[in-house]
C-alpha cells in the first residue's frame, strides 16, 4: 500500500492539464474529514449562545462572521493551489531526501514529546516572553 500512494499521485500529476473531477471530489472530502473537528465546537458554541441568549441578529452576524472567517482562507487556497502546485513540483527531484528527512524530524519529535523535553523547552523559553494576565 505504502508504495502504492506516491506512484499513484504521480499519476494524478501527469496526467494531463485539469485533473479529473473525481479527484476533486476525494479533495473536498479530506478537506471535510480535517475540518469538521475543529469547526464543529466553534460552530456549536456560537448556536448554544444564539439559543441560549435568543439574540437572533447578533447570532446571525456571529455566523455571518464565522462563514467568512473559515471561507475566504479556503477560497484563497483554492485559487492559489494550481500556482503553488506548479512551483512544488520542481521539489520532485529531491521528494525521497525530503520524506526521509521529515520522518526523521517527526520521529525525534515524537521522542521529545514522549521524554517530557517539550515541556522542559517551554519552562526554558517562557522567561523570554512577556507575561499576559489570563
Do not use: H
Request: hydrophobic content about 55%; aromatic content about 10%; overall charge positive.
Amino acid at each position: 500500500m505504502a508504495q502504492f500512494v506516491p506512484n499513484y499521485g504521480m499519476q494524478l500529476s501527469s496526467a494531463g492539464d485539469k485533473p479529473p473531477l473525481w479527484t476533486e471530489v476525494l479533495a473536498g472530502t479530506q478537506l471535510g474529514v480535517v475540518w469538521i473537528p475543529c469547526a464543529g465546537p466553534t460552530l456549536g458554541t456560537i448556536l448554544t449562545l444564539i439559543v441560549a441568549e435568543r439574540a437572533i441578529v447578533s447570532g446571525f452576524l456571529a455566523l455571518y462572521v464565522y462563514a467568512l472567517g473559515a471561507g475566504i482562507p479556503m477560497l484563497v487556497f483554492a485559487y492559489s493551489g494550481k500556482l503553488v502546485g506548479d512551483r512544488l513540483r520542481r521539489l520532485l527531484p529531491y521528494s525521497e531526501m525530503i520524506q526521509r528527512v521529515s520522518g526523521v524530524a517527526i520521529a525525534m519529535a515524537a521522542i521529545a514529546i514522549l521524554m517530557g523535553w517539550d515541556v522542559k523547552l517551554q519552562l526554558w523559553l517562557s522567561p523570554l516572553f512577556p507575561a499576559v494576565p489570563l
